[in-house]
């Protein structure tokens, strides 16, 4: 059974740090480019960062570059998102899928960045 779970959102006051993983299961890991996704309120998804299967290349949205770092874990199945300085506007729920060959989505995980 494929799925994807992601975890470790919470509540953060902005300039905060924040680290949320995702736990894949089902499909050959390790083979797959992998990204992370976001969705504020009333807004479409969006595309944040992407790692390559072996973690050798990052590629990351203009808004977060420079504050968030995609990593992955092959033997442990999971992909993280480190998120540093986080401001109001990276208030959303964040997913993880394949950058390509999109998995049926997870439940995500919700970040609120507020004082």
């Known amino acids: 059974q494929v799925q994807l779970v992601e975890s470790g959102g919470g509540l953060v006051q902005p300039g905060g740090s924040l680290r949320i993983s995702c736990a894949a299961s089902?499909?050959?890991?390790?083979?797959?480019?992998m990204s992370w996704y976001r969705q504020a309120p009333g807004k479409g998804r969006e595309l944040v960062a992407t790692?390559?299967?072996?973690?050798?290349?990052?590629n990351y949205a203009d808004s977060v570059k420079g504050r968030f770092t995609i990593s992955r874990d092959n033997a442990k199945n999971t992909l993280y998102l480190q998120m540093n300085s986080l401001k109001p506007e990276d208030t959303a729920v964040y997913y993880c899928n394949r950058r390509i060959n999109l998995l049926d989505w997870g439940q995500g995980t919700q970040v609120t960045v507020s004082s």
């Open positions: 790692i390559t299967s072996a973690g050798g290349s990052r």
């Open positions: 089902g499909f050959t890991f390790s083979m797959y480019a």
